[in-house]
């Protein structure tokens, strides 16, 4: 059974921060590198940062570089994002999932996601 739950998103004022957690189900987690996305009012979803399955490097869309740090723990099968200095553009919906392409996100199960809101 699948399993992706996210948590920790909230109301914050900018340049505030925020940990947003995710539990992914041991199926996915055990093969996959990981990414956090966001989905605003109104816009397609976007890839945010990703992770890899073995040493961890990570990759930033250009938007949230220096500002977001994903991390992951592989005992707890969980993945993290650190968001700080927090800008009223970053209010969306996040979702975690594996690392897919656009054209792939049709096809697999997304999470109910957190939404994150930022005041200016």
């Known amino acids: 059974q699948v399993q992706l739950v996210e948590s920790g998103g909230n109301l914050v004022q900018a340049g505030g921060s925020l940990r947003l957690s995710c539990t992914v189900s041991r199926s996915i987690f055990s093969i996959a590198a990981m990414a956090w996305y966001r989905q605003a009012p109104g816009k397609e979803r976007e890839l945010v940062a990703t992770?890899?399955?073995?040493?961890?490097?990570?990759s930033y869309a250009d938007s949230v570089k220096g500002r977001f740090t994903i991390s992951r723990d592989n005992a707890e099968n969980s993945v993290y994002l650190q968001m700080n200095s927090l800008k009223p553009e970053d209010t969306a919906v996040y979702y975690c999932?594996?690392?897919?392409?656009?054209?792939?996100?049709?096809?697999?199960?997304w999470g109910q996601g957190t939404q994150v809101t930022v005041s200016s």
């Open positions: 999932n594996r690392l897919l392409t656009q054209v792939q996100y049709q096809y697999y199960y």
């Open positions: 992770i890899t399955r073995i040493g961890g490097s990570t």
